[in-house]
T-cell receptor, first 118, second 113 residues
């Protein structure tokens, strides 16, 4: 398995500001993903963070709103830009889904970042 | 895209009771996982089970890929089993740009003492 940490664990932000969330993995991984979980809802994939290239975004999510960096095989950041109260959610980092680096095909999730926008 | 349906949406049990949660999916999948989200929001991996049956203590799971469903069994439930149980299925090419894990809406389980 993989040990995943996220910073910050929670934050309260004012509308119009931006927050950058960090995800650190204890081993090298090929696939890293960012998910959003709105209050009382299920998890939705925002994007796949690709090392050395631009992230691949799901329908309904755009790079200007959710810029992602992936500088190496153990680290990624997600920025939530120009926030509004509708961005209040838990944001989760995830790794796995392929057989590289001995993780197998199972996906693992970080503890999440609980964001409240006022 | 692939559809994932979980039932029941809510379930209330007395401690010690058994339960079965169901996950139906609309297309063939590369893998299937069950997660438990505890009250603090942490997602805990329960099973990676693209097919067959697995058991881990009081929990077991069965996936019948040809019929596109999976079942999660919880026996002798405890209050610590409370939380949301998610089924998630993977589609696309593993390691490829179209790979994606799609979640169902979850089953909210409450176990009362």
């Amino acid at each position: 398995s993989a040990v995943i940490s996220q910073k910050p664990s929670r934050d309260i932000c004012q509308r119009g500001t931006s927050l950058t969330i960090q995800c650190q993995v204890d081993s090298q991984v090929t696939m890293m993903f960012w998910y959003r979980q709105q209050p009382g809802q299920s998890l939705t994939l925002i994007a796949t963070a690709n090392q050395g290239s631009e992230a691949t975004y799901e329908s309904g999510f755009v790079i200007d709103k959710f810029p992602i960096s992936r500088p190496n095989l153990t680290f990624s950041t997600l920025t939530v830009s120009n926030m509004s109260p509708e961005d209040s959610s838990i944001y989760l980092c995830s790794v796995g889904g392929d057989s590289s680096f001995d993780l197998g095909y199972e996906q693992y999730f970080g503890p999440g970042t609980r964001l409240t926008v006022t | 895209g692939i559809q994932v349906e979980q039932s029941p949406p809510d379930l209330i049990l007395q401690e010690g009771a058994n339960s079965t949660l169901r996950c139906n999916f609309s297309d063939s999948v590369n893998n299937l996982q069950w997660f438990h989200q505890n009250p603090w929001g942490q997602l805990i991996n329960l099973f990676y089970i693209p097919s067959g049956t697995k058991q881990n203590g009081r929990l077991s799971a069965t996936t019948v890929a040809t019929e596109r469903y999976s079942l999660l069994y919880i026996s002798s439930s405890q209050t610590t089993d409370s939380g949301v149980y998610f089924c998630a299925v993977a589609s696309g090419n593993s390691g490829g740009s179209n790979y994606k894990l799609t979640f169902g809406k979850g089953t909210l389980l409450t176990v009362n003492p």
